[in-house]
């Protein structure tokens, strides 16, 4: 296996055609101490979660997000009619929306993003998963709340 040898984790993406799953695995040599979440982990292949806490060795903690930031993009349609999560009515292809980045959400809830009176997103928080928007530019999770 190429790099195999190498003193250090890789990460892997992977796509699963079948189920659909898709996203980032830590792989490396088994004899390499390496903590998640505080656990050792022997495998040498661990797929990795929103918040996981890495540790290679004595070295420093690295964080593992899957959070995105909220970001205004042309409502792409759909095969059938979409409507906006908060005002519950109908979205344009093309319009400006915003897709909730929320963790729970998995991606498939949109708001009217900010256009004249209306601005749907910022309106409050997601009406699916809670998800507070705070001016669009921020991150919301930071490994300080592991600590707290
Ligand atoms: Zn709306
Ligand atoms: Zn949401």
Redesign the pocket.
Known sequence: MPGFHLNIPRLQSFHDAFTGLAGWALVWRRDLVVRINGRRHGLGLRVLRHRDEIRIGDGDPVFYSTETLPVVIPFPGAGEPVF?T??Q?ALEPGQPVVRCPGERCGGGYY??AQEGQ?D?FNYGPCLVCGYEPTGQTTFQWTPTEVYA
């Open positions: 906006c908060r005002c009515l708001y009217h209306r749907c």
